[in-house]
């Protein structure tokens, strides 16, 4: 396989060509390097010449290839980018190709985060009008070259279809033949992008530009990589979380045919073998004993036992409207609730893996990287080079939902030491479905304790909540984003409701364990919009109000837009109150998402029938690429929802393994789904999570209306039905 090693040989690529690079909005600009912004002849990259985060590549085949600096795990980023391009350029689709741009943060910077990566639901609206303005710029540089040309005013050339033309002379060129001459032209500064209403390709279903690659097998993932003389290894992880290794044994492993060598990382234990077979054979073999003075040795029972008991508590202070106390002992009626949530794996398709390939003074990485800078640099300080010296190739990756965007590059700095072990040449890394589901950075296990009150005529007056969890962001680079202490990945989505309650509190309380957490597809909000959507739901109906009016009535001009997608919803399921249905409507990554859910009650557990989703993501890139993101997460959320969870034994050891002990939502218990999108002028946003946070307090809700049964505990299902 062909993989470009750098930048400068990638863009060399297939000969003389246009490249565009777009401005940097100004939190990038900061870390950009110096230079006039300039066109970026492929043969050459000129010291000096500014360098952009993004770029556009038209080739002398006429095929139009554009950089992408957010990884593609499945959720559509590389045909979303490329129709803002095609659409500014007026490109024929079928000449669009998308690629992963090079590791480097001071040219690819998100700018939602200062650093390369992907995340937060930030592609589509990190990137819009830097792709809309690349896309524009090469536009405008291949008409001026048509101009030239043709010897004719360049307002005077039209572009359709990927083809340059001047009705009134009968000239035209495809974009190909103009894209040398056009390398030579200075770009516009600020291009002039397309008005929304002469979209041609924004807002309609062009087919997915990796479909083909991905259908035909000729779309590279990491485990498709394979060097000279390249090793295979596996890691021997500890049992618990915190413990350490003490001693090993490897006698036994090397008799096995096939392992190469053994050595001790900071993790565990490495096996080296000559393929998958040996290493994990090898593995097996080992005899490892562990130092647990560090570990957790509580069970999930005693762990959820003291969050509960912190939850009872007030926390550190969040929000704090008007005197929650005092309207509680005030009101007329109340109503307490506690919530339990589980520790969850993400468990993608593809588990993580990683090839290092060591040379004499340089180093290159093949992995599906979620956050460029901080995993290229964990390999650069691992490994003991430059950075400039250690090359990370971005490759397509199988699904992350969180998984692969770790704060301490765990698994970039495990694949540098196995590799740094073994010594030169390449070595691949693989972790198996077991290693992941055991090996931790879970959605944090969380308990809500909840108290509201009515008054004599029903109406809320007093919201008390405190949510005990872990920090994700504590001990990582992402603390910075700390502020005062809170953790708003702990509680996002329940500081400020989108109801008026006149007393309302917040606290969190800050819970410690070894056990590794991480983001979670759609992060706080999978446990706080369950929390806020099932309370608000049965405080209503302790008011006597409908589950749709009430919140219709609670909402104000700044929540128009909530409003708007819970009146979508309702109208697409027929809504009246009916028994078996329950809705949620939850704001997240700043896209708005309510959903109906249909359930029916087989042999005691909650059968989700059908799901009504309305969506505002701002314009609509892609419809195609939304319904899918809405279908897909709502088949994630609900799965998680009704089986899942990580659980503890006595001693600290986790109980799953695999999907047979943490099953995923099969094909015969997937709803039927209907998305409807709003639709909108504003500016696009993330629509990767947003899909999630609703489906389960929706299931939630349905369930209590048809059995009068609260789910006050996830998963719904007992674990031991699983």
Not at 399 to 425: C, I, L, M, N, W
Request: hydrophobic share 45%.
């Amino acid at each position: 396989m062909t993989i470009h090693s750098n930048r400068r040989a990638f863009l060399k690529g297939t000969g003389a060509g246009l490249v565009i690079g777009v401005m940097l909005p100004a939190m990038a600009k900061a870390q950009q390097k110096s230079g006039a912004m300039a066109a970026l002849a492929t043969d050459e990259i000129v010291e000096g010449t500014f360098a952009p985060n993004a770029f556009v590549r038209v080739a002398p085949d006429d095929t139009v290839t554009v950089l992408i600096k957010h990884v593609e795990f499945g959720q559509g980023t590389y045909t979303g980018l490329s129709t803002l391009v095609a659409e500014e350029m007026d490109a024929d689709w079928g000449q669009m190709r998308a690629t992963s741009a090079p590791a480097d943060v001071t040219l690819y910077a998100n700018t939602a985060f200062g650093i390369q990566g992907t995340g937060g639901s930030t592609a589509m609206p990190n990137s819009y009008m830097q792709m809309r303005k690349a896309g524009a710029a090469a536009r405008a540089m291949l008409v001026s070259a048509a101009a030239d040309r043709f010897d004719v005013p360049a307002q005077e050339i039209t572009v359709s279809n990927g083809v340059v033309s001047h009705e009134a002379s009968g000239q035209s060129a495809r974009f190909g033949e103009l894209a040398e001459a056009a390398s030579q032209i200075e770009p516009p500064v600020d291009p002039q992008v397309k008005d929304a209403k002469d979209f041609a390709l924004v807002g309609t279903d062009v087919p997915k530009v990796d479909s083909r690659a991905k259908s035909d097998g000729t779309a590279q993932f990491t485990l498709d990589v394979y060097r000279d003389d390249m090793l295979t290894a596996m890691v021997v992880h500890p049992p618990k979380f915190g413990a350490t290794l003490a001693s090993h044994d490897a006698t036994d492993a090397l008799k096995i045919p096939g392992v190469v060598k053994v050595e001790a990382v900071s993790q565990g234990v490495a096996v080296y073998g000559e393929n998958t077979f040996a290493a994990l054979k090898g593995r097996a073999a080992i005899k490892a004993e562990w130092d647990e003075s560090g570990a957790e040795t509580r069970s999930t029972e005693q762990m959820m036992a003291d969050w509960a008991e912190a939850a009872e508590g007030d926390g550190k202070e969040v929000t704090n409207k008007g005197d929650a106390k005092a309207a509680l002992a005030e009101a007329a009626t109340t109503h307490e609730v506690t919530l339990e949530f589980p520790f969850l794996a993400h468990t993608p398709m593809e588990p993580l893996d990683a090839v290092v390939e060591i040379r004499d003074d340089e180093a290159e990485i093949w992995m599906g990287c979620q956050m460029q800078t901080m995993d290229h640099g964990a390999f650069a300080k691992v490994l003991g080079m430059p950075q400039d010296k250690v090359t990370l190739n971005t490759m397509l990756a199988g699904g992350s939902f969180g998984r692969r965007a770790t704060g301490d590059s765990h698994f970039a700095v495990e694949a540098a030491e196995v590799a740094k072990a073994r010594g030169k040449g390449a070595t691949k890394l693989l972790w198996t479905r077991e290693d992941d589901i055991r090996g931790g950075y879970y959605r944090p296990l969380t308990v809500h304790k909840m108290k509201g009150g009515l008054d004599a005529d029903g109406a809320i007056t007093a919201w008390d909540h405190t949510i005990a969890t872990q920090s994700i962001m504590a001990g990582t680079p992402f603390e910075m984003m700390m502020k005062d202490g809170l953790d708003p990945t702990a509680y996002e989505g329940a500081q400020e409701l989108p109801y008026a309650v006149p007393n309302h509190r917040l606290g969190w309380a800050q819970m410690e364990s070894p056990v590794s957490v991480l983001w979670w597809r759609s992060v706080g909000h999978t446990h706080t919009a369950y929390a806020v959507e099932t309370f608000i739901d049965e405080l209503l109906a302790k008011g006597g109000k409908d589950a749709v009016e009430g919140r219709l009535a609670l909402m104000g001009e700044e929540q128009a837009r909530e409003a708007a997608v819970l009146k979508r919803v309702a109208d697409m399921a027929g809504w009246s109150g009916q028994k078996g249905f329950g809705l949620a409507v939850a704001k997240s990554f700043n896209s708005y998402v309510a959903e109906i859910a249909e359930v029916e009650d087989r042999d005691g557990e909650p059968h989700i029938v059908n799901v009504w989703c309305a969506v505002d993501c701002g314009v609509a890139v892609n419809p195609n690429v939304i319904r899918a993101q809405m279908e897909g997460g709502i088949g994630y959320g609900a799965g998680a929802a009704l089986y899942d969870a990580i659980t503890l034994g006595e001693g600290g050891s986790v109980q799953q393994a695999n999907w047979d002990s943490y099953r995923m939502l099969r094909i015969g218990e997937m709803p039927n789904i209907e998305v409807s999108i709003i639709e909108s002028e504003a500016d696009p946003t993330g629509v990767g999570e947003p899909g999630t946070p609703p489906i389960a307090p929706a299931v939630a809700n349905a369930w209590r209306t048809l059995t009068g049964e609260r789910m006050a505990t996830l998963p719904m299902v007992p674990i031991a039905q699983v």
